[in-house]
Structures are given as C-alpha cells and as structure tokens.
T-cell receptor, first 112, second 120 residues
Framework: RKEVEQDPGPFNVPEGATVAFNCTYS??????FFWYRQDCRKEPKLLMS???SGNEDGRFTAQLNRASQYISLLIRDSKLSDSATYLC?????????????FGKGTSLLVTP | GAVVSQHPSWVICKSGTSVKIECRSL??????MFWYRQFPKKSLMLMAT?????????EQGVEKDKFLINHASLTLSTLTVTSAHPEDSSFYIC????????????????FGEGSRLTVL
C-alpha cells in the first residue's frame, strides 16, 4: 500500500465551481500534513499546512481526520489560476529520518 | 520566504558521462537537504537525505554509488549522477527545511526549481 494516496483526477471544473480533493495516508505515526501545489514542469510550493482542527486560507479549506487517516482540500470559487496539480504531503518516518512523502497529485483544470 | 536555488535547470548529456546538480539555500542555513526525483505523471520520490558534514542517507532502491551526494557546507548540497544512462533521465529536485525552533521535524520544506536531466 502506498504511503499517500490521492484521488486519481483529473478534475475539470468551470470557473466559480467548488472542488474537493481527498487523500489518505497509511502511517498512523505521521506527524504533519500539507497540501502543495505544483505547476507544470515547476517545483512544488507549499499551499497550506493541515491541522486537526481544520484550517482555512481564503478560498482554500483543509481538513484532517487522524482517526480515519484522511485529509481533504476544498477550493471554493475556483479561478483559472488554480489550475495545477495538488499534492497531498505527509511528514513521516523514512529510512533517513523524517521526510515528506508525496502523493501522486491530483490535476485540476479550471475552464472559463 | 526562504529561497532554495538549484542549478542547472536543464542538462542534456551523453550516456556514460557524469552530471553534477547543485542545490543552495540562499538565505538560511540548511543542516539537512533532501533530494527527490520525479518521473512524468508520477509523484516525487525521496532519493536521499543529505546531512551537512556527514554521509547522505539513501532510501531503499537508490544506488549510492550512482547518485553521489555531498553536503560540504550549510548552504550547499550537490548531487552527481555518475555514468548517466537514458533511464536516469528525470526531474531532480532538491529541498531544504527552513529552521523552526523546537520542531525540527515539521519545518516547511522549500524546493529548488528542479533540474531536468536528459541522457541521450
């Protein structure tokens, strides 16, 4: 089983739509959780951290359910500029210590 | 925010040659840097953790003699792909964890711009 699994995507939505991404992780000892955004042929950039209490940053809302080992990202009022790949990322223990484990990403295309 | 610079952005080389990729943290000291590779439409896969002044720790399945990592200073880590072959063609990305007091395992990672290697 992969460490981090995400919706396969791609998601094609019209401007203004609300879209939700889901993610599950396998290591219950994971400590911290993030959503990163990656544009085509670019490096990933942190979108937001995810906290157990849920957190919001403008149009973006992230939720974490530790019991279910489930993470979500909700984007409201989608903009064309939101088109990107969204990576679910979990900080967990690997061979070399703690590092980020990445999901494969979910591609979002927002259309006019 | 913290900046991590990676060089070169693109490199094309002949099979059998070695390629060195540099990763620099520009405005903070990074005792730990990470090297990832990403194949098209695949997730980033951690290759190794680079620790300043000591040997890198490689993930399972990554050949340490093939991918040489040197972290000689607090702001520079290098990855050398030795005797590159076409199957080594990939997007290599370094990252460094910005220092966070008391929570060194959870600091935000900043990524370099990535280096796209094509081996002919």
């Amino acid at each position: 089983r992969k460490e981090v699994e995400q919706d396969p995507g791609p998601f094609n939505v019209p401007e203004g739509a609300t879209v939700a991404f889901n993610c599950t992780y396998s290591n219950s000892a994971s400590q911290s959780f993030f959503w990163y955004r990656q544009d085509c042929r670019k490096e990933p950039k942190l979108l937001m951290s995810v906290y157990s209490s849920g957190n919001e940053d403008g149009r973006f809302t992230a939720q974490l359910n530790r019991a279910s080992q489930y993470i979500s990202l909700l984007i409201r009022d989608s903009k064309l500029s939101d088109s990107a790949t969204y990576l679910c990322v979990v900080n967990g223990l690997v061979n070399s210590g703690y590092a980020l484990n990445f999901g494969k990403g979910t591609s979002l295309l927002v259309t006019p | 925010g913290a900046v991590v610079s990676q060089h070169p952005s693109w490199v094309i080389c002949k099979s059998g040659t070695s390629v060195k990729i540099e990763c620099r943290s520009l405005d903070f000291q990074a005792t730990t840097m990470f090297w990832y590779r990403q194949f098209p439409k695949k997730s980033l896969m951690l290759m190794a953790t680079s620790n300043e002044g000591s040997k890198a720790t490689y993930e399972q399945g990554v050949e340490k003699d093939k991918f040489l990592i040197n972290h000689a200073s607090l702001t520079l880590s290098t990855l050398t792909v030795t005797s590159a072959h076409p199957e080594d063609s990939s997007f290599y990305i370094c990252s460094a964890r910005a220092p966070t007091s008391g929570r060194t395992n959870t600091g935000e990672l900043f990524f370099g711009e990535g280096s796209r290697l094509t081996v002919l």
